[in-house]
């Protein structure tokens, strides 16, 4: 973990998330998919947790779905995201794949709007050259 030109503390892709940063820098989600039951898997793992399998394939998956759950922030924390407060973290049930739920930062959100079955697309930020984060804003 390191501060890049972003001002915060950014993720260092490993060999077995690679790919979704990879994905990310293209603007495009991959999600690992098991080949054996076909079932989608966030986070990356080497394991399918429904049925053992070691078979994996990153797929790409539209990053739209709806709000699951959210945290809205209004309290200072002495961290860098303190400068955006409020802001909204959510976790967004996928379209594609309504077995994955994944955390991100909510953008260009009126916290008053926010609500549980709010539909949600993805926005690829740039952080740095190397790491493209995945955030969402309501869908339009
Ligand atoms: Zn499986």
Known sequence: MGDGL????LPQPTELDGP???GL???ELLIQR???CQSYLWYPTEV???CQSFSMQWTPVAPTGEIYSFTTQYQRTGS???????YTSVIVQLAEASEVTMGGLLVEADPDQ???GLPV???FVDATPEITLLQFRPQT
């Open 121 to 123: 697309v993805g926005v």
């Open 6 to 9: 972003y001002g915060r503390t």
């Open 25 to 27: 820098r293209r603007y």
């Open 80 to 86: 860098k995201f303190d400068e955006d407060i409020p």
């Open 20 to 22: 979704y940063w990879d």
């Open 34 to 36: 098991c080949t054996d």
């Open 114 to 116: 926010v609500r549980v």
């Open 48 to 50: 399918c947790s429904r």
